[in-house]
């Protein structure tokens, strides 16, 4: 079991920066792709970004590519998310996932591919 919680939203205007973090509790860590995903208002949930257990391999939407940037400590059990450049359109709950133990990032571009999620942590982009 793995559980996951998330810090660090908040509001800021646009052109701002926020970094979001999230600590994971259980040995399975280490071994499993990370990701972060959102959801705006009315709107399904979106992939973000997703990193591979060892963190080498990482992908984006294109929306936030060039502006976020994933991370992860392994040591610290936690992964985060650097979000630069906001937009207004950015604004939505981000929830951290990890994946089953041992599944590659490749597989984590769709919700469908996380196993655990955090309780999320609203960030709000004001223009």
């Known amino acids: 079991q793995v559980q996951l919680v998330e810090s660090g939203g908040g509001e800021v205007q646009a052109g701002g920066s926020l970094r979001l973090s999230c600590a994971a509790s259980?040995?399975?860590?280490?071994?499993?792709?990370m990701g972060w995903f959102r959801q705006a208002p009315g709107k399904e949930r979106e992939f973000v970004t997703t990193?591979?257990?060892?963190?080498?391999?990482?992908y984006y939407a294109d929306s936030v590519k060039g502006r976020f940037t994933i991370s992860r400590d392994n040591t610290k059990n936690t992964v985060y998310l650097q979000m630069n450049s906001l937009k207004p359109e950015d604004t939505a709950v981000y929830y951290c996932?990890?994946?089953?133990?041992?599944?590659?990032?490749?597989?984590?571009?769709?919700?469908?591919?996380?196993?655990?999620w955090g309780q999320g942590t609203q960030v709000t982009v004001s223009s």
């Open positions: 990193t591979s257990a060892n963190g080498v391999i990482t």
């Open positions: 996932a990890a994946s089953p133990q041992g599944w590659s990032a490749a597989r984590t571009k769709i919700p469908e591919g996380m196993a655990y």
């Open positions: 259980g040995r399975t860590f280490s071994t499993s792709a």
